[in-house]
């Protein structure tokens, strides 16, 4: 599975696994244990992972959501040292830690709870994600 095949609609705090496309709209599949199916129309916001992006303050202005949960598999793992829910501060601290560069002005903290969240939720259901894929070279 890819982030392209996942995806959050706002307003709820769960990722969902896009099935297939219906008559009326997307059939999704919860990324957690209840692997609730709903039907998203077109009031629904929803986003793929893929198109989603962290502001920065660089010549390119953001960095890839994709881009930023490698970086922080590889620098962290399963262990974050935080959760969701952890002080203001921290997560600040762990995003700049991960985005030195990130934009305090237009990321804020109700994002980095998103980020820590669905973190938590691609490690436990599809670790596959965060697997290196190799470049196959053709001799």
Known sequence: ????????????ST??????????GVILESLDDTKTKIMANASHRLSVLS??????TTKEGTIP???????INKE???????????????????LK???????????????MKKLVRWYGVLLKHVPEIFEEKEEKKED
């Open 51 to 56: 198109e989603i992006s962290i502001y920065t």
């Open 76 to 94: 962290y793992g399963a262990d974050l040292g935080l959760d969701a829910d952890a002080a203001n501060n921290e997560l600040k601290a762990f």
């Open 65 to 71: 959501l994709e881009d930023v949960l490698k970086k």
């Open 97 to 111: 830690s991960v985005v030195p560069d990130y934009d305090e002005s237009r990321v804020y903290v109700s994002d």
């Open 15 to 24: 990722l969902y696994k896009v099935l297939k496309p219906g008559k009326a």
């Open 1 to 12: 599975m890819t982030l392209s095949e996942i995806a959050t609609i706002t307003g709820k």
